[in-house]
């Protein structure tokens, strides 16, 4: 005789499942505590647009309990009246029809294992588990209204007294974000281009992210990270630099241990499972894009900010220039630049070389003739803009700092369409050169 059975590991011991009461299986993850039922029911989940009660399979014929700290398997088992009831086991083993000889039939109501089967492949003894006689005798409900408005009950509560946290890593140590905050997830590549570190502080550098360039902060100086999680508040966007993201929790709002009196990178602590994770502070890493706080309940506002001004400094020749970030599309070390073989044959005095840059030939021009310098071979980064469409590059010594400018701190000479120098900006009472994108796009 054949038989359709579901097989699975109870500690040490195989039992199986008739599979016409198999609707279908999940590995457990999440599940909310509930009590007033038997002792071997130990919460609520909901799986599939389902919500059933979940059932210590153990403990609902035994003494023991199964270790629920560890992986565990639920098989959703069909009653009579097709209401689900969530078993859980300690490992699915197989899933197949075994060619089997019944030994025995158990008639006694209250025993669930009823059938014992001689598995002729492996030679050994497979025990039946039919839960159901079990189900009515201890009074454990499926499906029942109680458990419905006992799990809306709990999400509710859930909602009002929890926030949604982005965890990651860095090094050995976890963290945290607000979720609300997150844009998205980007892998570190090449179109990030570092800052000098006496400059820029927890600033490492910025990216270009599809049509924007964004700064890049660190959390850990020593992190090799390998992913940007960038987040926005205000209209503001930021990358942070991090090893990994693993998760998103729902921190119980009442256990989140602030940190009082700072303004530190990190505001509070969570405990999560055993792990301490330290919520990071947004606006230590944002205090330059001027965000405001709530006086009163210290949120941030999404809606009260000054207008600020993004403005990239770099060096040539040891000299400060500034050039409007709306127009730069991106920084790329030089010598990683590939030139085009036209490169050989360019006729124009600025241009240095051609290169290949997003399958587009690009002008990378040098402005020492313009700006009376000596073009030293030591201009380790090019600077991509686009003015009108038109995209061109420039030859730097180096990339000093990304700077968020107000209104005020920013002058302009009359001779905005034919210099290549169009004004200054004001930064730590410095005062900097800022170049006309236009006047370099015309050099090429």
């Known amino acids: 005789m054949k038989t359709s059975v579901l097989a699975f590991k109870l500690f040490e011991d195989v039992f199986c499942f008739n599979t016409k009461d198999v609707e279908y299986v999940f590995e457990l993850e999440e599940y909310e505590d509930v009590k007033g039922f038997h002792s071997s029911v130990i919460g609520i989940t909901k799986y599939n647009n389902d919500v059933m009660l979940l059932i210590d399979t153990a403990k609902l014929y035994s003494d023991k309990f199964l270790d629920l700290d560890t992986e565990k398997s639920v098989v959703v088992i069909r009653d009579e009246n097709n209401k689900h009831y969530g078993m859980i086991v300690d490992e699915i083993t197989k899933l197949e029809e075994i060619e089997s000889v019944k030994l025995s039939v158990d008639l ?14 492996a030679d050994e ?52 974000i607000a979720a609300k905050h997150v844009k998205e997830v980007l892998e570190k590549d090449s179109k990030l281009f570092t800052l000098q570190e006496k400059t820029s502080g927890s600033l ?44 998103i929790e729902n ?12 303004s530190s990178s990190v505001d509070a602590f969570y405990n999560h499972d055993g792990d301490v994770i330290a919520i990071i502070n947004p606006q230590f890493y944002m205090k330059n894009i001027e965000i405001h706080k709530h006086v009163n309940n210290s949120t941030f506002d999404d809606t009260i900010h000054a207008k600020k001004y993004d403005y990239l400094i770099f ?69 991509f803009i686009e003015y009108k469409k038109h995209i061109v590059a420039f030859m730097v010594h180096d990339i000093d700092n990304i700077v968020y400018l ?26 900097i050169v800022k170049l006309n994108e236009k006047y370099i796009a015309s050099l090429s």
């Open 125 to 176: 003894i497979v025990s039946e588990i039919y839960p159901h006689p079990l189900f009515k005798k201890y009074d454990i409900p499926a499906m029942s209204a109680a458990v419905v408005k006992q799990v809306k009950e709990s999400e509710a509560k859930s909602i009002q007294n929890r926030a949604s946290y982005l965890l990651f890593k860095i090094n050995d140590n976890s963290y945290a």
């Open 315 to 383: 060096l040539m020749d040891g000299k400060k220039y500034s050039i409007d970030m709306g127009c730069v599309r991106q920084v790329i070390e030089t010598e990683s630049l590939s030139k085009t073989q036209s490169s050989s044959i360019v006729t124009s005095e600025y241009i240095e070389f051609i290169a290949t840059w997003n399958h587009r030939a690009i002008n990378v021009l040098r402005l020492d003739k313009e700006l009376v310098f000596e073009c030293k071979k030591d201009v380790t980064q090019s600077i």
């Open 251 to 262: 921190f119980l709002l009442s256990s989140i241990e602030e940190v009082e009196g700072t």
């Open 108 to 121: 006694n109501t209250e025993d669930m294992v009823v059938n014992h089967y001689k598995d002729r492949e």
């Open 406 to 431: 107000n209104e005020d701190e920013i002058t302009e000479t009359s001779s905005t369409k034919d210099s290549l120098i169009n004004g200054a900006i004001i930064y730590n009472d410095e005062v």
């Open 204 to 247: 490492k550098g910025a990216m270009a992210v599809r049509d924007e360039v964004i700064a890049v902060a660190e959390i850990e100086h020593s992190s090799k990270s390998s992913d940007i999680l960038v987040i926005e508040i205000a209209g503001k966007k930021l990358g942070i630099e991090v090893d990994e993201v693993y998760d």
